[in-house]
């Protein structure tokens, strides 16, 4: 594993990527803007950074990876850790995004990339993840209750029946937005725009691809009902 100088207190990023030319360039890129870097090239590889006593703050994902497909290894990391994860990939493919986000990814930049967008992909999901939610409802002071769902902001935590459900950050992240106006209808590029921050340049499919993975956690379709060609409202069964 070739490593960065991770005890400065820069952000520090595992870059998991088979393609040692790439690799090569996309270390020097991101260590000349500031972050530290640890380079593997396999998936059981970036399996063991993440279990490490100093695991990364953020993981770069190639999915073709020599010994196991990049998406097994983002179902993986995702069901022990809530690190950020970017896909950065060559398979530019809408279902290849969509997937990589059901299966818990935070981001997805399709290859060729210029180095200052993964640099501030690598910030907004930090903010992301971070950083507290704020926003104007009123209700987002303290525990927001909607029937049987509560929602908690400031500790980005929700309970079902009192039971906590695991979401990933992007997924807390819509369920949050469209809870500051439960009933109304939020239309896919406003939830772009506030959950993504303008740093998702693909199809908005990814909103529907992270309302599937919420309704399912939540165990009821119910609970985020769909606005045929609009977007999607909060409900309460």
Known sequence: MQTGDRHNGRVHILL???????????????????????HVGSGASALAAVASPVPP?????????????GQEVCRRIRATTDIPIIVVSARGDETDRVIALELGADDYLVKPFGMR????????VMRRTQAPATTSAPATAAVQEIG???????????????EEIALTAKEFDVLAYLAEDPGAVRRR?????HVWEGHWYGATKTVDAHVAAIR???GDAAWIEAVRGVGFRLGSP
Do not use: N, Y
Request: cysteine-free; charged content about 35%.
């Open 117 to 124: 967008e993964l640099a501030a992909r690598i910030r907004a």
């Open 148 to 162: 049987r769902l509560a929602i908690d902001r400031r500790a980005q935590r929700v309970h079902l029946d009192g």
């Open 57 to 69: 703050e953020v993981i770069l994902l190639d999915l073709g990876l020599p010994d196991m497909d």
């Open 216 to 218: 399912k956690k939540l």
């Open 189 to 193: 590029t406003e939830i772009l725009e």
């Open 16 to 38: 998991v990527e088979d393609d040692a030319a790439v690799a090569a360039s996309s270390l020097d890129g991101l260590t000349a803007l500031g972050f530290s870097v640890d």
